[in-house]
C-alpha cells in the first residue's frame, strides 16, 4: 500500500508516556466513590461495581507482583463515531500487554460492538499494530454503532470471549457506550464470568468529561483541523473583503468544538447553544445579534466576516424545539396525508396545521429548511437535526434582515455569503501530538487496570497540561459519572453529558472578548497541526483545557 | 494583534534562495524569443516588448555594475484572487530590492489594480514586511479585480508613479492580469514614461505554466490543504464504510487541482474536464461511469468511496454547454416573461421552450440544478457555472440511476453521500515550503530584473524539482507565450491558459492507476502541510510538477 511521506516518517513517532507507566508500577487505591446523582438508583442497577475507589499508578521502588504476571488475552472495540488517535489506545493497549508478558494477545472486534456479538473478529498481530501507529481513522478494525444493551449479546459476546480465552475486553467509545461497557461489566460479574471490562473516553465532540476524564480524545485534533480551515478562510476573508463565512462546525448537541474554534480563531461570532438555551433566544434574536454585527462592519467599510455555528444550536433555540416537537408529533399521526399533498402545497398546508405561535415561526423559515423540517425522519420518527442545514438558514435570514433594514435606512453596505460545515474533515485526521500521546496512555493504562483485575472502570489520564512526564494515570469507577436520565420514555443510568457551562473559564474567556472580535478583525491563524517543531508548536493542549486547568492562554 | 504558535514560530523561517542569486549576480542573455503563436499579430501589437531575449542570472566571479545601483522606488499590485506564497513575492522583491540598495524604497497599491488607478498605496516599511513573511494571504495589500485594460487608466497610474519616483510596477497575478501587465509595459515603453513592468506568475489553478514558467505560485499549498482534508475524508471513509463522499474542487476551467489532489490521494474516482470533453462524453455517461464503480464496490461489500470534481466540470460536458448556450440565450431575451411565471411552473415552461435535444437534458437534472441553471446570472446574462452544485448533481444523479439498476436487480448495496466543496479552506493557507520558496525567489528575481531595466518581462524560477540551491533565475518576455484569442467578441492577444494534458505524464499515470483506484481501497494520507520535518516531508513539490520533469512519484 502506498504511502505518503508523513505517513512513513510519522509511524516512527514514540509517543510520550507518563513517568509512572514506565518500568516498575504499582497501584494505589484512592477513597471510595459516589455517583454524581441519584446514588441509591445507580447503586441498586450496579451492586458489583458501584462504589469501588479511584486507582492511581505510581513508580514502585521494587519489583511487584504485575511484574511476573502470566500472559493476558484481551479484546477491544471500537464504538461509535471517529475520532482521532483511537489507533494509538489500541497500540498503547496491545504494548503494555506484551510488557506485562510477550505472549499476551490482543483480539480486535470488527465493525463495532456488533463484532462481538457476531463473533467477528481478528488477532492484532505486531505486524499490524504497526501500520497503524500515529494514524487517524479507526480503520484498523472499523467502528459500528450497534448498542450493547440487550443481555442476550452479552452472552453471545461471552461465547467467543471464553473461546478465545479473553480475560478482558476495552471498550472505545462516547458517553453511550461508556455507560453500556459498566453495565456490561456489571453482569458478567454478576454472572461470575471472569471477564473484565474497561472504558476509554473518545469522543471529538468533547462532550465525555468531568472531575476525573479531563479530555475525551480526539477532541484536540478535530479542533486543530477545523481552527486550521477557519483560519485559512479567515485569511482570505480579510485578503478578498466581500464575503461573510457561515461555518457550522461538527459536535452534536455540545458547543465545546465551535468554542474551541473560536478561542484559537477568534472569529467575528460565534454562537453557543448552550447560552441561547440558558438566555430563552429566538431565531430571531440570534439573526439580529449577527446583523448588527454585520451592519456595524459594514457602516466601517468591512463587509466580510466569519460566523462559527455548532452543529447542536437548532435544538437549543426554545422555539425551535417546540415547533420540532408539534411537527414531530403531527406528522407522526398524518404521515401518509402530508405526503399526498402536492408539494408544492406543503408550506401552505403545515401553516394550517400548526398552533399560531409555532405557524408563524415555520412561516419565518426560508424555504429549504421548512421543508427539510417535515422531511428526513429518523427511524424515530424525528427531525433528523444534523441534516438541516442551520448555516445556510442563518446566512438566508440574515440576509433578509440586512435588505430589511436597508430599506429602513439602518443598513449600508454590501452582503455575500459563503456556506462551510466542517465535520468529516477531522474525525480522522492523523492525532496531534497531544492525542497520540494521550491515547496510548489511555491505553498502555487500560492494560494496568487489566493486569490488575479491575472492571467497570474507564481509563484515565490526567495533569496533561503538564509535561507529558508528569500525566496521572489511573482509572474512575465508571459509575461514578452516571445518573439516571430519561431516555426513549424510561429512566436510565447513563453518564452525564458534559456541555459548556456558562460560568467555565472558557464560555467566559470567550465572552469577555467576543464584543472586540466581531467589531474588530482579530483574526488569529492556527495553520496545520505540526508534528515535528518547537514543543509550543506541536505539543499544546486545547485553549479549553488549558483555562479549565486555571492556565492563561 | 495576537498570533498562533506557529505564526510566530514562521516569521522565523528564511526561504530557501538560488545559488545563483547569492551575492554578486550577473544578467546573461539567451536567445531571442517568439510568441507561440500569431507571431505577426502579437508583434505587431507589442513592438517595443516583442520578440526580447530570455534572461538568466548566474552568479557573477566580480563584482559588476547591479552592486553599485543607486536607490530603486518599486510598487507592487496584488490582482485577481489569493493563492498562498503572495507575502513572500512581496517580501523577496523587498529584499532584492534592499540589497540593491538600502534606500530602495517599496510602495503597495491597495486592494488590487484599482489602487494604482485611484492612487490608494502604502509605503511597504521593514516593519510591515516582517509582519507577513511566509504567512497566506494577500492581506498585507489586498487584492482586486479591476482590469487595467484601459489607457486612461494606465495615464492615471502613471501620475502616481511620476509622484513617488516608481521606476517599476510588479504586477501579481493570473493570465489576464499578466497580459494585462505586458500591455501595460508596452503602453509605457511607447510613451516613454520610464516605468518598467514585471509579472509574477500567481494562481492556485495552475493553470499558468508552460515552458518557461515550471508551475503558478499557491498551486502547491493549496493542493496539499485539499488533500489534506480528502485523506482525512478517506479515512473516515474507510473506518466508517458507510457514505460516498462527492467532493468538488476549486480550480475554475482547468483540472490541475483535481488531477493533482487525485495523484496525492488516490482516491476512488476523479473526473477530469478536459478528458471529458475530449471523449465528448454526456452527463449521463458521467454518471454511468461512477455509478458502475459504486456498484463493483458494492457487490464486494464496499458501500462507500471518494469522488473528486473539478468545479469546471459542467462547461465541459458538450450537451450541458450547449443546454447553458440555449438557456442564456433564451433567458437574455424574455427575463421579465420568465420572472413572471409562477416558480413552481418554471421548469415545465423551460422544457416546453428549449429544443427537443436541450429540453431532454434540462429534464434529466435534479430539481435544484435545473433551478439554478435559470436564476443566478452574471451582468453578461451568463449562467454562474461556480455556482452551481455539481457535487450534488452528480451525488443526485448516480443514485437516481442506482436505485433504476436495483429495479433491475442490476445493483444490490446500500448508497448514501456526503457532499463537500474546498476552495476558501487552501487559498489562502500558509505558503508550503515550496511555495514560501518559490515566491521569495520570484520576488527576489523581479528586483532583479528591474535593476537591470527590463520590462515586460515575467519573473521565471525553474529546475524546482531539484534543490533551491540550484533553481534557475531568470526572466520571460511576456509576449512569449502569448497567441490571439476570442474575447467577448473581439480578438485579444492573451496568455495560453494550460488546460490538463491528455497527452501529459500526470494525466498519463492518474490514467493507468485509476481503474485499481476504483476497485481496491489505494487510499493515500497525505496528512497536513509540515514546516519543520525531515525534508521529504517538508519540501517536496507537487506530483504534477515531479511527474512533468520525468521524476517518478
Redesign the interface.
Known amino acids: 500500500?502506498?504511502?505518503?511521506?508523513?505517513?512513513i516518517?510519522?509511524a516512527a513517532y514514540q509517543p510520550k508516556l507518563p513517568k509512572a507507566l514506565k518500568g516498575q508500577v504499582k497501584l494505589v487505591e484512592g477513597e471510595k466513590t459516589q455517583s454524581v446523582a441519584d446514588q441509591n438508583e445507580i447503586q441498586k442497577l450496579f451492586p458489583n461495581t458501584y462504589g469501588m475507589p479511584l486507582l492511581k499508578f505510581e513508580t514502585a521502588g521494587v519489583s511487584t507482583s504485575l511484574n511476573d504476571h502470566r500472559p493476558i488475552n484481551a479484546g477491544v472495540i471500537l464504538s461509535g463515531?471517529?475520532a482521532p488517535g483511537g489507533h494509538n489506545v489500541i497500540s498503547g493497549l496491545f504494548d503494555g500487554l506484551k510488557a506485562i508478558h510477550k505472549d499476551s494477545k490482543l483480539y480486535g472486534f470488527l465493525?463495532g460492538p456488533g463484532g462481538l456479538v457476531d463473533h467477528n473478529y481478528i488477532e492484532l498481530t505486531a505486524e499490524i499494530i504497526d501500520e497503524y501507529r500515529n494514524?487517524?481513522?479507526?480503520?484498523i478494525i472499523?467502528?459500528g454503532r450497534t448498542k450493547l444493551e440487550d443481555p442476550e449479546q452479552y452472552d453471545k459476546g461471552l461465547k467467543i470471549l471464553k473461546k478465545l480465552d479473553i480475560k478482558a475486553l476495552v471498550i472505545i467509545g462516547g458517553d453511550d457506550s461508556n455507560t453500556n461497557a459498566c453495565v456490561l461489566a456489571e453482569y458478567y460479574v454478576a454472572k461470575n464470568a471472569g471477564i473484565q471490562v474497561i472504558g476509554c473516553p473518545k469522543t471529538i465532540d468533547g462532550d465525555l468529561k468531568n472531575e476525573m476524564i479531563e479530555t475525551s480524545f480526539g477532541f484536540d485534533t478535530a479542533c486543530k483541523?477545523y481552527s486550521?480551515?477557519i483560519?485559512?478562510?479567515q485569511?482570505?476573508c480579510?485578503?478578498?473583503?466581500k464575503y461573510w463565512?457561515f461555518i457550522k462546525l461538527m459536535g452534536r448537541s455540545a458547543s465545546h468544538i465551535a468554542l474551541e474554534c473560536a478561542l484559537?480563531t477568534?472569529p467575528n461570532i460565534c454562537i453557543i447553544s448552550e447560552e441561547v438555551e440558558a438566555k430563552q433566544q429566538s431565531l430571531d434574536e440570534i439573526v439580529a445579534y449577527i446583523a448588527e454585527a454585520v451592519a456595524y462592519r459594514g457602516k466601517n467599510g468591512k463587509n466580510f466576516g466569519t460566523v462559527l455555528i455548532p452543529e447542536g444550536l437548532i435544538e437549543f433555540i426554545p422555539e425551535m424545539r417546540v415547533l420540532m416537537d408539534e411537527l414531530n408529533d403531527y406528522l407522526a399521526h398524518h404521515a401518509e396525508e402530508f405526503a399526498a399533498i402536492d408539494k408544492?402545497e406543503q408550506r401552505a398546508y403545515m401553516i394550517s396545521k400548526l398552533s399560531p405561535k409555532n405557524a408563524e415561526v415555520y412561516a419565518s423559515l426560508p424555504e429549504g429548511v421548512a421543508r427539510q423540517l417535515t422531511l428526513d425522519r429518523d427511524p424515530h420518527g424525528n427531525v433528523q437535526v444534523s441534516l438541516i442545514e442551520t448555516e445556510k438558514l442563518l446566512a438566508e435570514m440574515v440576509g433578509a434582515k440586512l435588505a430589511q433594514w436597508k430599506k429602513e435606512g439602518k443598513y449600508i453596505g454590501k452582503f455575500a455569503t459563503?456556506v462551510?460545515f466542517f465535520g468529516?474533515?477531522?474525525?480522522?485526521?492523523?492525532p496531534s501530538n497531544y492525542d497520540a500521546d494521550y491515547c496510548y496512555a489511555l491505553g498502555y493504562t487500560a492494560s494496568l487496570l487489566i493486569a490488575n483485575g479491575k472492571t467497570g472502570y474507564i481509563s484515565s489520564i490526567r495533569n496533561t497540561t503538564e509535561s507529558a512526564e508528569n500525566w496521572i494515570a489511573g482509572g474512575v469507577p465508571t459509575t461514578m459519572m452516571m445518573n439516571m436520565e430519561r431516555r426513549h420514555g424510561a429512566m436510565k443510568p447513563v453518564i452525564q453529558k458534559a456541555l459548556v457551562r456558562l460560568d467555565g473559564a472558557p464560555f467566559k474567556t470567550f465572552a469577555s472578548q467576543r464584543d472586540v472580535w466581531a467589531k474588530e478583525t482579530?483574526y488569529?491563524?492556527?495553520?496545520?497541526?505540526?508534528?515535528?517543531?518547537?514543543t509550543?508548536?506541536c505539543d499544546?493542549p486545547s485553549q479549553t483545557l488549558l483555562l479549565e486547568q486555571g492556565k492563561t492562554i
Not at 480579510?238 to 473583503?241: I, K
Open positions: 500500500m502506498k504511502k505518503s511521506p508523513l505517513q516518517a510519522r463515531g471517529q465493525m494514524t487517524g481513522g479507526f480503520d472499523g467502528s483541523v486550521e480551515l483560519g485559512n478562510i485569511r482570505d480579510n485578503s478578498a473583503r463565512h484559537q477568534q408544492n459563503q462551510h468529516y474533515e477531522g474525525r480522522c485526521a492523523a482579530c488569529v491563524y492556527p495553520g496545520p497541526i505540526q508534528y515535528f517543531g518547537p509550543e508548536v499544546q
